[in-house]
């Protein structure tokens, strides 16, 4: 499943879509820089009641929420086992997921990267539900 949206455009039918799977762990985003990883999951935890701003975890690698934990996994090595006390009840959101072991048996993987016409493409390349 694929959903394009040009630059700023609301990205509430993929969040839509993510929601209505059931008991979803995690969100494990693969691409480009600048792709739209860090806004989708800016819309996704406001859709799930997160009141405080999400900001890209680039620096800190990892950023805890109430209801959500963000990960950039760009500078990791191996997997998720030293973060995983802070998942519970949490959904927990993966940036750069492919360059480490991510041992969530209920996730999407999605794939984000402009398309030729510089809209911002979500393509979801895996469901494990």
Same mark, same amino acid.
């Given at each position: 499943?694929?959903?394009?949206?040009? %630059?700023?455009?609301?990205?509430?039918?993929?969040?839509?879509?993510?929601?209505? =799977?059931?008991?979803?762990?995690?969100?494990?985003?693969?691409?480009?820089?600048?792709?739209?990883?860090?806004?989708?999951?800016?819309?996704?935890?406001?859709?799930?009641?997160? =009141?405080?701003?999400?900001?890209?975890?680039?620096?800190?690698?990892?950023?805890?929420?109430?209801?959500?934990? %963000?990960?950039?996994?760009?500078?990791?090595?191996?997997?998720?086992?030293?973060?995983?006390?802070?998942?519970?009840?949490?959904?927990?959101?993966?940036?750069?997921?492919?360059?480490?072991?991510?041992?969530?048996?209920?996730?999407?993987?999605?794939?984000?990267?402009?398309?030729?016409?510089?809209? %911002?493409?979500?393509?979801?390349?895996?469901?494990?539900?």
């Amino acid at each position: 499943m694929k959903f394009t949206f040009k %630059h700023n455009e609301n990205l509430k039918p993929l969040v839509d879509y993510v929601l209505q =799977r059931k008991n979803i762990e995690a969100i494990l985003l693969n691409g480009e820089l600048g792709a739209g990883k860090t806004t989708f999951t800016s819309e996704l935890a406001k859709a799930i009641g997160e =009141r405080k701003q999400i900001v890209s975890p680039t620096f800190n690698t990892i950023l805890v929420y109430d209801k959500l934990v %963000h990960i950039d996994a760009y500078k990791l090595k191996g997997d998720l086992f030293a973060y995983e006390d802070y998942f519970e009840n949490k959904l927990v959101v993966v940036e750069w997921s492919d360059l480490i072991k991510c041992n969530f048996k209920k996730y999407l993987k999605i794939n984000v990267y402009f398309d030729k016409d510089q809209n %911002h493409v979500f393509e979801i390349v895996e469901e494990a539900l």
